[in-house]
């Protein structure tokens, strides 16, 4: 009879389980990865715009474009704040995150160390059961070729 684990359904849920969690981690992963790309892009935006205002200042620059370049850095500069700020929140998801999948982990490989255990425990026993039946077979073949 083969080796049979009685919690197999629970032990595919845990996998199943887990499997979601770490789709759920590679999300908050992305996330927090886009947010700082973006950021990024918004530094160097802004970099090359005070570039291009500082380059056109040797011309003879009208206010109003002063203007219009210091309003949109200022909007520019909350953008960023905000982006700073989601990726704080999206840190924070990603860490909670993090520790709901390493419990979810942590419950798979629990099953699955009872599972090593109890199959190890099997065989153990299916290999003591053979070789008793081997040894009853031996002496009995013993006992026969004694007595005939």
């Known amino acids: 009879m083969a080796?049979?684990?009685?919690?197999?359904?629970?032990?595919?849920?845990?996998r199943s389980i887990e499997q979601?969690?770490?789709?759920?981690?590679?999300?908050?992963?992305?996330?927090?990865?886009?947010?700082?790309?973006?950021?990024q892009a918004m530094e160097q935006l802004r970099w090359h715009r005070k570039q291009g205002a500082w380059n056109k200042q040797?011309?003879?620059t009208p206010a109003a474009f002063l203007h219009f370049a210091a309003d949109w850095d200022?909007?520019?500069?909350?953008?960023?704040?905000?982006?700073?700020?989601?990726?704080?929140?999206?840190?924070?998801?990603r860490l909670k995150q993090m520790a709901v999948y390493r419990a979810a982990?942590?419950?798979r490989d629990i099953l699955e160390g009872l599972?090593?255990?109890?199959?190890?425990?099997?065989?153990?026993?299916?290999?003591?059961?053979?070789?008793?039946?081997?040894?009853e077979a031996h002496l009995l073949r013993s006992f026969f070729t004694e007595h005939s």
């Open 58 to 60: 040797a011309d003879v």
């Open 20 to 39: 979601q969690e770490e789709n759920r981690l590679l999300a908050c992963v992305s996330k927090v990865a886009s947010l700082r790309a973006e950021a």
């Open 105 to 107: 982990r942590q419950k």
């Open 74 to 93: 200022d909007h520019a500069r909350r953008r960023q704040k905000e982006i700073q700020e989601q990726i704080k929140a999206a840190e924070t998801a």
């Open 115 to 135: 599972k090593d255990r109890q199959e190890s425990a099997y065989t153990a026993e299916q290999l003591r059961m053979l070789q008793q039946s081997l040894d």
């Open 3 to 14: 080796f049979r684990y009685r919690l197999e359904v629970l032990l595919r849920l845990q």
